[in-house]
């Protein structure tokens, strides 16, 4: 909470339906602060631009704000009335953009970092998967943590992708991957539990 009330002024838990469940949106469900700081401990690098996608209320934003990221971070977030006021909340933080609309057609190229907390069904993760091997720089080594990873086999059974399980503390609600694209080899899943 006192993150929560440090970088917005109330307390941000909780679950909100999705209004977009038939675009294949998952409804809004937050992060635990120390489950972002598990996932993301020696991960980022103060040149890396951090995308969270389908940020929701914006606590994973609040999270690499309250490490100290100084970098570009860009949130997206489909439901108008949740992104707006998530916009509003972060104004004040320069290197923060919240970008409403479809994150898939909003993928920043420049993103080296990108998060996802079960955002999308099946189909929209293929779509990001693609667009993401498409638009994203390669000599930028980016790196996708899906948290909460139900649709890992759209990574897992197709080439070009190396999936790693990431240890996370014993009390963490959800696993996570941290999933790379490989351009130029042969890709391999590690770790599967």
């Not at 929560?4 to 909100?16: C, E, H, P």
């Not at 309250?66 to 998530?86: A, K, N, S």
């Not at 953009?97 to 990108?114: K, M, R, Y």
């Not at 990873?149 to 992708?161: I, L």
Request: hydrophobic share 35%; with cysteine; net charge negative.
């Amino acid at each position: 909470m006192i993150i929560d009330f440090s970088f917005g002024g109330k307390f941000l838990g909780g679950v909100i339906q999705s209004r977009y469940a038939h675009l294949g949106a998952n409804r809004v469900e937050n992060s635990e602060y120390d489950d972002i700081e598990d996932i993301f401990r020696e991960q980022i690098q103060p040149d890396d631009v951090l995308v969270d996608v389908g940020c929701g209320v914006g606590r994973v934003i609040n999270g690499w704000l309250y490490q100290g990221h100084t970098g570009r971070i860009v949130g997206l977030e489909l439901d108008p009335v949740i992104g707006e006021r998530t916009k509003r909340r972060l104004a004040k933080y320069h290197n923060v953009t919240i970008i409403v609309g479809d994150a898939i057609e909003n993928l920043p190229c420049d993103g080296t970092v990108f998060f996802m907390f079960n955002p999308f069904n099946e189909a929209i993760i293929e779509r990001f998967k693609q667009r993401f091997s498409v638009i994203v720089a390669p000599q930028r080594n980016p790196r996708i943590f899906y948290y909460n990873p139900k649709h890992v086999t759209c990574f897992t059974e197709n080439t070009g992708w190396q999936v790693e399980w990431m240890t996370l503390r014993s009390t963490a609600r959800f696993q996570a991957v941290k999933i790379t694209h490989q351009w130029d080899s042969i890709p391999h899943s590690t770790g599967h539990p």
